[in-house]
């Protein structure tokens, strides 16, 4: 007799050939790992909460795109390969059309980066989808938020601040055209993690640092210099922003470029040197990069317009939990 | 400054010598592990929600303790010795008391294993404790739920059913004394996981199938048999009863020792031939076992008294998902 949970549990066994360094994957105590000899294994944990990390009645396919993608980009950010994930997963009932759309929405990007799921947990309780995600890399390669150096050059991958925008339509903080919605909100549901770029930028090895931009640039950035004892002057009128961005005011730009959140491009340290590899690495990737600053020896970072002034957007205030 | 999730986070962060084989703990995009070379890298996730593992309001020293006791119960399950584990922590809000406990009984226990706290994530929401635990072993050794053989002794670890026991308690199925309870609740709210007894009995290796029993012996054996297609003849007589549940009346006795539940001790099968090496195995892990039951190549479960009488306990409505 099939439990209710055992049905849910079906939408996610699936019969096909798994990867070759997967030995084992859903049904036991435990999946198993074979890795590559020499490689090491990178791990990130994810855990999104309704109301919280999405509205309640999020459509259920972008939402298991959301939810991999997050997991992913922390894998890009390291320049690891994917390789598996498990999935727990909490749900107040077995609602059939949200696990079909759901574990469609998951599979998509999973085969898209050759993922594979190889266990988790189902549950009764409050929505909330804890995923862990698994990748390879070769030792000593990890983009490593420590490794930045004065002199690098600071480059953002895609664009900015169309997730932020797509949420303050929301939010009704700013009056968005049904053009600029549907341009935007895809941003803020449907993130592309920059598994390809990571790769390229790791593999040679051309970056010194990464990581992923989730709870705004300013905010994520801030991370590197802190564990890389760095600072940084910003070009904020050089971040590129979204095409729905792109046609909003210059001073919702600069805020939601520099400060938005959900963004999950790769924010990236390497130096002037290699400017070319990187163009290189980004072009063979099909992932747009811009050149937005530079890592400097004096601590903190500084915020300036397109002609050096120093600016002050007001972001002292911001709590990088509120976004993500 | 620091928000209330950074501080959090602080109780989960330790300044301490790691394991040579995590080349990077917590506090970058991933961690990274350094697999031990031809190893086999064993995975599991567990994901806890409050009023359905645990009572709400339940003591958060033992509720670290049980988050990464039924993970590492997984392991012992393989036959896989810890490495590390992740954690993500959704939380109603940041009470310094209930992360002081929480993060204590999880240390303690992971110490205990040598099992390394790696990376995770916390968020606000619901109370939810997802633990995904890591363990290695050698290819060929893990033991599977579909290894068990017609022939096989079917064998417990430890006692059963004095954790189903202390809930009956709770309620109010059966009236417990306070001595009872007193001894009967530590084993629902803080289980042994048998790492070392799993260990044993992989690496000879000693056993062909196991699985850890979370959601009482009979539905869990069920999935040996299921896995394995064969089927199985159990002593209920024979099933070791916790101390608590020893002093009950014979039919409660079998009822849950047979179909309790949170037991979290091993199930397993092996070869008549390795009876001696079994014990010297439970010997050496500190480990009592009971041998209780025969595979069988008739498919089904028969459950006989200690005449080899034919037993109906009335099992059958067990749901599976209502223990755990």
């Not at 995923?131 to 490593?144: K, Q, S």
């Not at 549901?189 to 593999?203: E, F, K, S």
């Not at 729905?244 to 040197?273: I, S």
């Amino acid at each position: 007799m099939l439990s209710e949970f055992d049905l849910i549990k079906h939408f996610f066994h699936r019969e096909r050939p798994g990867r070759p360094d997967v030995a084992l994957g859903i049904g036991d105590d435990c999946a198993l790992l074979a890795p590559t000899p020499g490689r090491q294994i990178a791990i990130s944990s994810d855990m999104l909460v309704e109301d919280r990390h999405f509205f309640a009645g999020a459509d259920p396919f972008m939402l298991g795109h959301k939810a991999l993608a997050v997991n992913l980009s922390d894998l890009a950010a390291m320049g690891a390969r994917p390789i598996a994930f498990t999935l727990a997963l909490a749900l107040p009932r077995a609602d059939e059309a949200w696990l079909d759309g759901f574990s469609r929405g998951l599979f998509a990007l999973a085969d898209e980066h050759d993922c594979e799921l190889i266990g988790g947990d189902t549950t009764k309780g409050p929505l909330n989808i804890c995923i862990t995600v698994f990748g390879e890399l070769a030792p000593g390669h990890a983009l490593r938020r420590g490794a930045a150096r004065p002199g690098d050059d600071i480059w953002i991958s895609g664009t900015l601040g169309d997730a932020r925008l797509a949420l303050a339509g929301y939010w009704k903080e700013v009056e968005l055209s049904p053009e600029a919605h549907a341009q935007a909100a895809p941003r803020l549901h449907m993130p592309t993690p920059r598994v390809a770029l990571g790769l390229g930028l790791a593999a040679a090895p051309i970056a010194h640092a990464a990581l992923d931009i989730s709870d705004g640039l300013v905010g994520d950035l801030g991370h590197i210099l802190a564990a890389s004892s760095v600072g940084a002057t910003l070009d904020v009128d050089a971040l590129p922003a979204g095409p729905a961005l792109a046609r909003q005011d210059h001073a919702l730009r600069r805020r939601f470029t520099a400060a938005g959140g959900d963004d999950y491009e790769l924010c990236f340290t390497a130096p002037v040197a290699r400017r070319a590899a990187v163009l290189e690495a980004a072009a063979l990737a099909a992932t747009p990069v811009t050149r937005v600053g530079t890592i400097e020896t004096a601590p903190g970072l500084r915020l300036v317009d397109a002609h050096g002034v120093p600016l002050d957007l007001g972001l002292t205030g911001w709590d990088h939990f509120s976004g993500s």
